[in-house]
């Protein structure tokens, strides 16, 4: 099956810093997600992305917030200034089309402290 | 906003008993998944259902999605331990170049041997 890798595993951090997670597509899929799950709770969808532009993204996705594609294969997350109920779980997801199977990456656990 | 409704929220099952959870929207959805989360783990897509009245069965688990595309439920029969872990429904609604997954909070289902 295939598989979307993320990196780190696990990122502590001070409030107020700058995280980038770092996630690792299957590739030939052409649509990225950046979910996050805040412990005990629900998967919440954060941005779509596709063809190199944000498709859509959630009130969660505020200013804070921003992705690329810097090289064409990794995908990223950024969170500026980080605030402490921004610890959570940050999962990176592939589809090959449209609303087709969502592949989750392992996903980055983001502690703020 | 749209909200994908799911119960019940924890179900404790003795093995070989039978197990189901329930999704509701209250638009129509375009389409329905299923992942299953281990503890620990991420989302693993099941299903997808599609059509209407749509039924769909693998080994122990039946998916299926209602009449009006607003709700679904999974069945898992004769339940294991290997079953233990949270089921997610996660919709897609209908629009142009919406490809935004809903979830529903899940379903943590435990299993006592």
């Known amino acids: 099956e295939p598989e979307v890798t993320q990196t780190p595993s696990h990122q502590v951090t001070q409030m107020g810093q700058e995280v980038i997670l770092r996630c690792v597509p299957i590739?030939?899929?052409?649509?990225f997600y950046w979910y996050r799950q805040i412990l005990g709770q629900k998967v919440e969808f954060l941005v779509s992305?596709?063809?190199?532009?944000?498709?859509?993204k959630s009130e969660i996705f505020d200013d804070q917030f921003s992705v690329e594609r810097p090289d064409g294969s990794n995908f990223t997350l950024k969170i500026r200034s980080t605030k402490l109920e921004d610890s959570a779980m940050y999962f990176c997801?592939?589809?090959?089309?449209?609303?087709?199977?969502?592949?989750f990456g392992p996903g980055t656990r983001l502690l703020v402290l | 906003g749209q909200q994908v409704m799911q119960i019940p929220q924890y179900q404790h099952v003795q093995e070989g008993e039978d197990f189901t959870t329930y999704c509701n929207s209250s638009?129509?959805?375009?389409?329905i998944q299923w992942y299953k989360q281990r503890p620990g783990g991420h989302p693993v897509f099941l299903i997808q259902l599609v059509k209407s009245g749509e039924v769909k069965k693998q080994k122990r688990l039946t998916f299926q999605f209602g009449e009006a595309k607003k709700n679904s439920s999974l069945h898992i029969t004769a339940t294991q331990t290997t079953d233990v872990g949270t089921y997610f429904c996660?919709?897609?609604?209908?629009?142009?170049?919406?490809?935004?997954?809903?979830f529903g909070k899940g379903t943590k289902l435990s299993v006592i041997p």
């Open positions: 638009t129509t959805l375009s389409n």
């Open positions: 992305f596709y063809n190199n532009e944000i498709s859509e």
């Open positions: 590739s030939n899929h052409l649509y």
């Open positions: 996660a919709g897609f609604y209908s629009g142009a170049g919406s490809y935004q997954l809903t």
């Open positions: 997801a592939n589809q090959r089309g449209g609303r087709e199977t969502q592949y």
